[in-house]
């Protein structure tokens, strides 16, 4: 028998905010100082969604001039940190119901946090700039905890501090990393249609629903084990 859900965890990029205009321009920012050409905001999305390692490495491939972990990739790391810092204002942009959706949940009695791999120190600059900081009962950013999605433990310490069962939260996320989660943790995951999936099929991943706007989680249930994924988008 399916039940409303007490807890929903969200990722941030590419969920509720559309952060790849900011993101594009710290990358150029620091392709720029080292050099090289900018890549065009498009390709840059393509890059985003497996933490701000992942992305500093394929820009720097792109650009003919990767470097192996370490020294050298560190002290080009730190100066993306800088630039990315300074774009955070430019992040600042909400999908289209992401507001009513958190603020309804809220006022459901629906327990919200945030589950992101973006580094801890970004996060509430980026909130605040939303009005969003009140929004979230619990915050796992990507250096939180010593390992962070795809694995479960971002997950897992979330509905613990929130003392709500696994089987009861909703993992909210748009790439094949929430569902690595959500999966991992056996969580029910709901997928967006938008966001920076690249090439992940949202269909086959699993999902209980692969949805179009945010606002429809207001009537979200969460299925028995033997529910299939739905495909729906509020109108």
Known sequence: MSAAPRAMLFDLDGTLVDSAHGIAWA???????????????????????EGARFLLHRALRHAGADLPD?????????????????SLPRQARAYPGADAALRGLRERGVAVALCTNKPQRFIDPLLEAL???????????????????PSALPLLHLARALDVPVEACLMVGDSHTDAAAAHAASMPLVLV???YHREFDLHGAGAVAVIGDLRTLLQMRTPGAAAHAVSTRAV
């Open 131 to 149: 009005e969003w900081r009140m929004l979230f009962d619990g915050i796992v950013g990507g250096d939180t905890l010593p390992e962070s999605k």
């Open 70 to 86: 370490g020294k050298a990739f560190d002290c080009v790391f730190a100066l993306l940190m800088r630039h990315y810092a300074a």
């Open 27 to 49: 990358v150029n920012q620091t392709l720029a100082e080292l050099g090289h050409p900018a890549a065009d905001e498009p390709l840059v999305r393509s890059w985003i969604g």
């Open 193 to 195: 249609d938008y966001g």
